[in-house]
């Protein structure tokens, strides 16, 4: 067979299923114009040939180690250029790698480490960033005008040897549509548990432990840990690799629960990512009264195992069993998940009742049936329901005043009530008692919104985006809600534009958007969705679920639904 040396140029598209996932047809055309427009000139420019293409992933071969570093910084220049003023979460972004190294040719196709080390060393990078090999910076450290950033010796799996990595520096720095961290805390998803009982609907509680690992695991300050939305959309995916460059992790827990009469087996273990080794394993068959010690011996096994020592003492003082209820707690874990599905809210109101019926003391039971209830006041805009909420949003605050989500509940209801001092007091004691719960943050955002600090909730809302890459619709919205708040119409379009299946609610800021930007037919197509979903909708109705603070934010978004055409 042919042997060659050649420099190996290795790209791919940070987040691609996340682009696939929002807009599919517009992500292939922008793809195909970015390779078309920026890629094939570049290469054909550096003398490069483009040798495999593999969905977001493209692999050039280089005559020379130099001509392939300056045209992977001339495309990130490229693609910086190109992303130009679009919204961050509409942005392609590359990860580059240059390995220089023995090929084996085959057709028009190339095969062995020289590939592979390039292929493998694109996951080292940063999203905007180009890394090196030892053997390509050799060759260009004095002949490309660049500076190098040496990352030392790195294990790439399935590579025997460590490889010496360097980073390009001074190239431009794109941003993701995922804000990196604000610190260096080591990053961590839990995948959801396979449910092994041979029963479907026993799914919620597989889900419900895993959901519960989470919130055990984020109480260790010294983890950063991924949202349950982002990583229940990994659900079926073997990939690790994929799931570590997607959600920008270092480390993956997975398991599974096994469910049977009165005992649960649990069994998880703990990956390294870039490796693919098992840091750690174990497994429990304990009785069902057990589970809630099994959470908390897999969160603190798993975060002494990343930091080398158990860095949570605070984390056990916070630590309360829910509920000494084994049956309180099924039907909790079904309740929540109804809520969090956006399922039957008569079924999920009868489980979290039934959960307090079996264990009145259950606080995060009441929090929830709080949060059930003002979603039902937004709906049907009847008081009794909005009075209901601030009734078990107390007593949830008054069972247990440490916990995080009784703390939530309370402030989110005296949000919607317009009662912003109050609200604002309980949603800062909410993230002081769990600030990697985005569930609550994006909440606090949005009480930020509507007390007129728009600029402020999108920043934080943004950084939300890095625990919980994959939110959840209603996270739109409330993005939405800070950028209109902000005068930010375009971008809280864009942002609005997302919602998969909108409420009413959801269409105000979005017509008012399009009206205050001029474009009255989009604006008076949204206020047409508002009335098929209300036909006896009025403006009045507007102020009772868009609490604004200040007057004069509330009457912006009248003025822009008056333009829509909306009735008085």
């Not at 599919?24 to 483009?50: F, Q």
């Not at 703390?407 to 800062?428: C, F, N, P, S, T």
Request: charged share 25%; hydrophobic share 45%.
């Amino acid at each position: 067979m042919e042997r060659r040396l050649a420099a190996i140029l290795a790209a791919d598209v940070v987040g691609y299923s996340r682009l696939m996932g929002q807009d599919e047809s517009g992500t292939l055309a922008a793809l195909k114009a970015r390779r078309k427009e920026v890629l094939e000139p570049l290469v054909s420019r550096h003398r490069g040939r483009i040798f495999k293409v593999i969905g977001d992933g493209v692999l050039v071969e280089f005559g020379s180690a130099v001509n392939a570093v300056e045209c992977a910084i001339e495309l990130q220049r490229g693609m910086a250029t190109a992303n130009g003023d679009l919204p961050e979460t509409r942005r392609i972004v590359l990860r580059v790698s240059v390995n220089l190294g023995d090929v084996m040719v085959e057709g028009s196709d190339l095969y062995g480490d020289g590939v592979n080390i390039a292929a493998r060393l694109e996951r080292v990078a940063e999203p905007g960033d180009i890394v090196l090999s030892g053997t390509a910076f050799e060759y260009v450290r004095n002949k490309v005008e660049a500076g190098f950033e040496d990352l030392g010796s790195q294990t790439l799996k399935n590579i025997a040897v460590p490889v010496r990595v360097y980073r390009i520096v001074g190239t431009p720095q794109v941003s993701a549509a995922m804000p990196k961290p604000a610190t260096e805390k080591p990053a961590i998803a839990v995948l959801p548990f396979v449910n092994m009982s041979g029963e479907v609907e026993q799914q919620y509680f597989s889900d419900g432990i895993t959901e519960d690992i989470i919130t055990e695991l984020s109480r260790f300050r010294s983890l950063l840990v991924i949202a349950r939305n982002s990583s229940f959309q990994f659900r079926a995916v073997a990939d690790v690799n994929r799931i570590g460059r997607e959600l920008r992790i270092q480390y993956l827990v997975e398991g599974s629960v096994r469910r049977s009469s009165n005992r649960v087996r649990i069994t998880a273990e703990l990956v390294n990512v870039a490796r693919g080794d098992q840091l750690w394993a174990e497994h429990f068959d304990r009785d069902m009264h057990d589970v809630f010690a099994i959470q908390d011996e897999l969160a603190q096994a798993i975060a002494a195992t990343i930091e080398g020592r158990l860095a949570a003492s605070g984390a056990r003082r916070a630590r309360r069993k829910p509920t000494s209820d084994l049956v309180a707690y099924d039907y909790f874990l079904q309740g929540r998940e109804s809520v969090e599905r956006r399922g039957d809210p008569a079924m999920a109101a009868l489980s979290l009742r039934r959960a307090i019926e079996l264990d009145p003391g259950f606080a995060q039971a009441h929090a929830w049936l709080s949060q059930l209830h003002l979603f039902m006041f937004l709906v049907e805009l009847r008081p009794e329901s909005l009075h209901e909420a601030i009734v078990l949003a107390r007593k949830a605050l008054s069972l247990d005043e440490a916990d995080a989500w009784s703390h939530r509940a309370v402030g989110y209801a005296y949000m919607i009530e317009g009662q912003h001092e109050l609200a604002g007091i309980h949603l800062d004691r909410a993230v002081a008692l769990n600030p990697t719960d985005t569930r609550i943050t994006s909440v606090h955002a949005l009480w930020l919104a509507f007390d007129g600090k728009g600029d402020e909730a999108v920043r934080c809302l943004d950084a939300d985006l890095r625990r919980d890459p994959f939110p959840p619709t209603w996270f739109w919205n409330f993005r939405g809600i800070a950028l209109f708040q902000a005068r930010r119409y375009r971008e809280a379009i864009e942002s609005l534009s997302r919602l998969t299946d909108p409420y009413p609610w959801d269409y105000y800021f979005l017509a008012a958007s399009y009206a205050h930007l001029g474009l009255v037919d989009q604006a008076r197509a949204c206020g047409a969705e508002i009335l098929r979903a209300r036909p006896a909708f009025a403006l009045g109705q507007v102020g009772i679920v868009e609490p604004f603070r200040d007057h004069s934010d509330l009457e912006h978004l009248l003025d822009g639904l008056r333009k829509a055409g909306l009735p008085t």
